[in-house]
């Protein structure tokens, strides 16, 4: 192992592929950890939550390198690692968990309470999670291995799916977190916010559970026609600024089952200006009495790039009255990924489930990545996918 590199947030609106330190079995303490593994990262996906960073809308310091979408081939493993060898192919969870805390022998991996000294949950590669450092990389270390390393059970069949394999990582299970929280089941009528991979990935999931109709909404042209084509009611927001009249044109109906916000903070209203809490609203609208609203979008607890001081500190405006009276059920959080990845593996591995294709994976070296950071943040209907190796077959 030599010459790492990998993807550095420098300042808001810019990040560089540099070269960095070679990943060491330390944690970010720098205690010497044994229970660890370096991987050659075999690919590692951009994610909407890096662009929350690199947009300036955290407080991310600069030198981070970014990245908690990872799956890769174990090269060095510590001495207490038993369960893994050196060849093994694996998908990494963006949680970093400890697997012996309560919350992780509980399966809430997403809010570890022993990996982060600032809150609980730990991730790789991102602000205020523990200081692990991103796997948007050539090598990384995944600490407590055999805990947190899905292992692919046949190398040829992952390498023969590794488009779909990637996105085990974060945004399918996120995705189906957020379609499971909200109750989605057979028969379901089902209202996903945002067209983004996430959004594509919970209206694949809703599919999958059972629901009858999975209408996605936004307001990005190119997002709506992608989630068209690969079988999903788009609802195009600059119709209206009424979303129950826009569901209605669809089911008959201004009420659905289940609503699911793949959106978070960064919301954007009908008139075109930021309103962190207009999402969260409507799904409050749109829910039926007893409904469920899943919450994989993102809110965060501090944001300086915020329309108002209230929302800097993660404050919003929400209509809870309106969620209260209608005995509504709400679930937020970091998706805890070990909880679902395997069973979303076996969908994948036996044709049930063709994630890259629905969330349109489309796959870019290390060294085009800021370029792809780029044409994301502009709206791009694609989810982008590093080759730090070039192993990926085109």
């Given at each position: 192992?030599?010459?790492?590199?990998?993807?550095?947030?420098?300042?808001?609106?810019?990040?560089?592929?540099?070269?960095?330190?070679?990943?060491?079995?330390s944690a970010p303490?720098?205690?010497?950890?044994?229970?660890?593994?370096?991987?050659?990262?075999i690919s590692t996906n951009i994610c909407g939550s890096d662009q929350h960073m690199v947009r300036g809308r955290t407080t991310a310091p600069a030198g981070l390198v970014l990245g908690h979408e990872i799956t890769g081939e174990v090269i060095e493993k510590g001495a207490d690692v038993e369960m893994l060898d050196v060849g093994d192919i694996v998908s990494v969870p963006f949680n970093v968990a400890c697997g012996r805390c309560r919350t992780c022998k509980s399966q809430d991996t997403g809010v570890c309470l022993t990996v982060n000294p600032s809150r609980a949950g730990g991730a790789y590669g991102y602000v205020d999670m523990g200081g692990w450092i991103g796997g948007q990389a050539r090598y990384v270390?995944?600490?407590?291995?055999?805990?947190?390393?899905?292992?692919?059970?046949?190398?040829?069949?992952?390498?023969?799916?590794?488009?779909?394999?990637?996105?085990?990582?974060?945004i399918l299970p996120t995705g189906f977190h957020g379609a499971v929280k909200a109750g989605v089941g057979v028969g379901s009528v089902v209202y996903i916010a945002g067209a983004g991979p996430v959004g594509l990935a919970a209206a694949a999931s809703a599919r999958i559970l059972g629901a009858a109709v999975v209408m996605i909404g936004d307001f990005n042209p190119h997002r709506l026609a992608h989630a068209k084509r690969v079988g999903f009611e788009p609802v195009d927001l600059t119709q209206s600024d009424r979303?129950?009249?826009?569901?209605?044109?669809?089911?008959?109906?201004?009420?659905?089952?289940?609503?699911?916000?793949?959106?978070?903070?960064?919301?954007?209203?009908?008139?075109?200006?930021?309103?962190?809490?207009?999402?969260?609203?409507?799904?409050?609208?749109?829910?039926r009495a007893a409904g469920n609203i899943g919450i994989p979008g993102l809110y965060v607890t501090e944001d300086p790039g915020a329309v108002d001081n209230a929302a800097k500190e993660?404050?919003?405006?929400?209509?809870?009255?309106?969620?209260?009276?209608?005995?509504?059920?709400?679930?937020?959080?970091?998706?805890?990924?070990?909880?679902?990845?395997?069973?979303?593996?076996?969908?994948?591995?036996?044709?049930?489930?063709?994630?890259?294709?629905i969330v349109n994976a489309t796959v870019i070296?290390?060294?085009?990545?800021?370029?792809?950071?780029?044409?994301?943040?502009?709206?791009?209907?694609?989810?982008?996918?590093?080759?730090?190796?070039?192993?990926?077959?085109?």
């Open positions: 192992m030599s010459n790492n590199r990998g993807v550095v947030y420098i300042e808001p609106g810019k990040v560089e592929v540099q070269n960095i330190a070679d990943p060491t079995f303490d720098g205690r010497k950890i044994e229970h660890a593994v370096i991987l050659k990262v270390m995944v600490p407590y291995a055999d805990f947190n390393l899905l292992k692919l059970p046949d190398r040829d069949r992952a390498m023969a799916k590794i488009r779909d394999i990637t996105m085990l990582s974060d979303l129950g009249d826009l569901i209605a044109e669809i089911v008959g109906t201004n009420e659905v089952d289940a609503a699911i916000d793949a959106v978070g903070f960064e919301a954007r209203g009908h008139s075109g200006g930021e309103q962190p809490a207009v999402v969260l609203n409507q799904m409050m609208e749109i829910t993660g404050s919003l405006s929400l209509r809870f009255g309106l969620g209260w009276a209608k005995a509504q059920s709400f679930h937020t959080g970091q998706t805890p990924v070990l909880r679902y990845n395997r069973q979303l593996m076996q969908a994948i591995l036996y044709d049930r489930l063709p994630i890259a294709d070296s290390l060294e085009d990545a800021a370029s792809g950071y780029q044409t994301f943040d502009a709206g791009a209907a694609e989810k982008f996918v590093l080759d730090p190796h070039g192993l990926i077959a085109a």
